[in-house]
C-alpha cells in the first residue's frame, strides 16, 4: 500500500528496501524549509525528509509513533543538536506536541502515510505475508493486534474490514473461511494465515500481487486506525499552522489520497451556490490549495517502485479560524477497535 518516507514501504509485503525518501525534491519544493523555520515532520521513519529539511536550514521536531524509529534517530538528534527533537507520538496529535514543546505556531508540516520498510523488514512485527512472524502488525505495539481482529471479529464485521480498508472483492469468502478455520486452531503467525487467504483466493499465473495483500493490507490499517490518524492529523495540522505555514501529504493509496484530497478541497473551495437559490453563505477558508497531485517522474519511479503510486498534495494556511473537527471522510461502519479486546475474549 504505502511506500517511502525516510524509507516507508509499499504495502505488508517482505524483502529488504533500501531507505528512499519518496518524493524528496517535490516535497521540498512545497514545503519550502528556510533558516530559521519551524517544522514538524509526523512520520519519520528513516528520517529522509527531516535531514532534508534540517540541511535546509530549519528546526524539525519529528513524531513516530514506533519507538523504535524514534531511537535509531539517536545519531541525527547527536549530529543536529536542538534544531532536531524526536518525540514518541501519534501525529494526530502533532498540534499538542508542538505547543508542548514550545515549537509552534509552525512553518510546514510534512506527513506520509504508512508502515515503514524498517518494520516490514523485521518478521517479528509481523506485517509481512512473506516472512513468518506473530500476527501482530502494530505500529506502537500497543492495543489489539492482528491475530486479536482475525480470531476475535464476527465473519461479517471482519468481511467489512476487508472489503473496505483492503477493497478486497473476495471479502465474505475469506472471513468466512477464516471463521471456519480459527474454529479448529486460532491464527498466531504471518505465513499460516497468508496460506489460508490463499486458498482461497488463489493465484493465477503471471499474477504480480500476493494473494494476501489486500487482507494484510486491510488488517494493518485497521489496527492501527490508519485513516482516523491521518484525518485527525489534518485536523491537527490546521489548528498549529501559522499563515501562510505549508502542508505537505504524501499518500499512497485511493483511500487516503480520498481524506486529504476532501479535507482540502473543504477547506480551499468557496461553497457553490445556484442562481435559481438564495445565496450561500461565505465562509473563510483555512487553506489556499493546489488543484493537482503531484506524483513521481518516471526516472523516480524506475529508481523506486515503491513510489510509483505516491501522491503529494500540499495547501498553504490562510489567516482565517481553523473550520473545526468535521470529518473528512465519512468512514464505513466498522467494528471499534476499543471493543475488540473484548470481543470474543
Known sequence: MMAGHGGRASGSVGGPARHIPVLLAPVLAELKPAPGERHLDGT???????????????????????????????????????????????????????????????????????????QIDEADRGFSFQKDGPLDMRMGGQGPSAADAVNRL???????????????????RIARAI???????????????????????????????????????????????????????????????????????????SLEDRIVKRFLRERSTPPSG?????????????????????????????ENPRARSAKLRSAIRTDAAPLGDADPLAFADLPSLVSLSQVGA
Open 154 to 172: 464476527k465473519a461479517g464485521d471482519l468481511a467489512r474490514v476487508l472489503s473496505f480498508l483492503g477493497e478486497e472483492r473476495q471479502a465474505g
Open 274 to 302: 445556484s442562481r435559481h437559490l438564495p445565496d450561500v453563505a461565505t465562509r473563510p477558508l483555512s487553506f489556499a490549495s493546489r488543484n493537482k497531485a503531484i506524483e513521481a517522474s518516471e526516472s523516480e519511479a524506475a
Open 44 to 118: 519519520f521513519g528513516a528520517g529522509g525528509y527531516t535531514r532534508a529539511i534540517l540541511d535546509a536550514g530549519a528546526s524539525v521536531i519529528a513524531l513516530d509513533r514506533d519507538p523504535t524509529a524514534i531511537a535509531g534517530g539517536a545519531a541525527m538528534q547527536a549530529e543536529y543538536g536542538e534544531r532536531l527533537r524526536l518525540v514518541s507520538s501519534r501525529f494526530s496529535a502533532l498540534d499538542a506536541v508542538a505547543e508542548e514543546e514550545g515549537f509552534a505556531p509552525l512553518d510546514g508540516v510534512v506527513l506520509d502515510i504508512g508502515v515503514s520498510s524498517m
Open 179 to 253: 471463521e471456519a478455520r480459527r474454529a479448529e486452531k486460532p491464527f498466531e503467525t504471518t505465513l499460516d494465515l497468508a496460506a489460508a487467504v490463499g486458498r482461497v483466493v488463489g493465484r493465477k499465473p503471471g499474477d504480480r500481487i500476493d494473494p494476501a495483500t489486500r487482507t494484510f493490507q486491510a488488517l494493518r490499517i485497521y489496527v492501527n486506525d490508519e485513516l482516523g490518524e491521518l484525518a485527525r492529523a489534518l485536523i491537527a495540522a490546521e489548528r498549529v499552522l501559522k499563515p501562510g505555514g505549508r502542508l505537505v501529504v504524501v499518500t499512497f493509496h
